[in-house]
């Protein structure tokens, strides 16, 4: 577990395009101006006192589960699972989304994200709605996620990094891997 990595150039815990901090839990935080422009967008977010709290709840839940010795360099453990999905643009109404992708899969999965293969190639910081085991393959949920990295596999093959971008999301993956979220801090 590396919580208290804070080398990179912003938190991995704000999701830009809804402007939340999903390190909180049982509310919604919406960081202040101020805030993520001293602490969410630069690399001193090891001193939010969110990011804190939060890191210390993460820690808790990985020793519980026995992943505290981990020295990946992986916040969350990946489980490899192939899962039909489709990728759709992000509407705020629903209505009209853009399909991108009907036949796309997922590759393997954690608490902080999905790794899915396509057939489209994302682009980065592209805002995307999914639906993950949408043929009926088993269980079936919905989510938000924001595209962070897409390379090319293959012809017309591309894999993509997707964040969680919202609490509903990052619970349904959590009920999904059958590992506990964070509890309210």
């Known amino acids: 577990m590396k919580c208290n990595d804070t080398n990179g150039y912003q938190c991995p815990y704000y999701a830009h395009c809804t402007q939340e901090c999903l390190m909180t839990n049982g509310g919604l935080y919406i960081p202040m101006p101020e805030h993520i422009n001293?602490?969410?967008?630069?690399?001193?977010?090891?001193?939010?006192?969110?990011?804190?709290?939060g890191c210390v709840a993460i820690r808790e839940v990985a020793t519980q589960l026995g992943y505290a010795n981990d020295v990946s360099r992986r916040r969350y453990p990946r489980v490899q699972e192939r899962i039909p999905m489709q990728i759709t643009d992000y509407s705020h109404d629903g209505r009209g989304a853009n399909i991108l992708d009907s036949e796309a899969f997922t590759v393997d999965l954690s608490l902080g994200g999905i790794r899915v293969e396509s057939r489209v190639a994302l682009p980065a910081q592209k805002r995307v709605a999914f639906v993950v085991g949408h043929n009926g393959s088993g269980s079936c949920w919905d989510g938000l996620g924001e595209v962070r990295w897409t390379e090319n596999v293959g012809v017309g093959a591309f894999q993509s990094g997707l964040?969680?971008?919202?609490?509903?999301?990052?619970?349904?993956?959590?009920?999904?891997?059958?590992?506990p979220v964070l509890p309210p801090l």
């Open 38 to 53: 001293t602490l969410c967008s630069t690399p001193r977010y090891g001193q939010c006192h969110h990011y804190r709290h």
């Open 163 to 179: 964040i969680v971008t919202d609490q509903k999301t990052f619970q349904a993956l959590g009920n999904h891997l059958n590992l």
